[in-house]
């Protein structure tokens, strides 16, 4: 009786998150005829590819595709390889002047403030090093603004490990490098599992920065390219709806595929023994 009762509470919840969704993928196979009929046919409708082939066949959606994958992942990776080795050494090595919680504080503040706050200056910069309209500009500027949530996620992992099994390393002959790489990263891999999947998101979804920083089809994303074809003469929702459908196709991979990772590193130093 408890089991089925907890089935009828989730199935409203499951129902409202997954309306939306399911509707954006009917429009991406309706006739424009079948978007704007009244009332609208939920599941009894002709079925068309119409849509994917103008949007990844005559339009550039295959494009924004690849520079949305190669910013996203080039991106991620940076981050958590430079806020990885960040977060270790502020949470192993103590530094003076209680700098260890100041800087934490600091590079946590950065994500305090809007980020249309420095639009104008990051496309100021990146004109002046001439990197306006380039995938390497995202990748930047991405790195930059995942930064801090890698730092301040990885270092409450690595606090809750305890330095014995570094100090173990360090007598039989490794290195500090070393017995991070080999005995520290397999540990909190959880942790960067999760860390990742979040960052990866964010990558992928931005859309201020890339408007604002790219304008032609070599560098443009995803998120800006549907957003285009909203214009002053019409909105194309079924293109907008097939690459919205494609989009969600490699988040939803790469989270499945972590799944297990996600949640372990979700409950990481949860519970003390």
Known sequence: MIKNL?????????????????????????????????????????PTLQHYYDAFVTRAFGQYLITSAVVAVTSTACALVIGTAAAYGLARFQLPWRLNRRLSLWILSTRMFPAIVTAVPLFLMMRDVRLLNTRA????????????????????????????????????????????????????????????????????????????????????TLPVGIAGRVTQYEIKWGVMSAAASVAIVPILVFALALQKYLVRGLSLGAVKG
């Open 137 to 220: 500009s995202l990748i930047i500027v991405y790195t930059a603004f995942n930064l801090p949530f890698v730092v301040w996620m990885m270092h409450g992992f690595f606090a809750d490990l305890p330095r014995d099994l570094e100090e173990a390393a360090l007598v039989d002959g490794d290195s500090r490098l070393g017995a991070l790489v080999r005995v520290v990263l397999p540990l909190v891999a959880p942790g960067l599992a999760a860390t990742a999947v979040f960052c990866l998101i964010v990558s992928w979804n931005e859309f201020l920065f890339a408007l604002v920083l790219t304008q032609t089809d070599a560098a443009m």
């Open 6 to 46: 907890r089935y009828v509470l989730l199935l409203p919840a499951l129902v409202f998150a997954l309306a939306p969704v399911y509707w954006m993928l009917t429009i991406s196979l309706k006739t424009e005829v079948d978007q704007f009929a009244s009332p609208p046919p939920w599941f009894v409708f002709t």
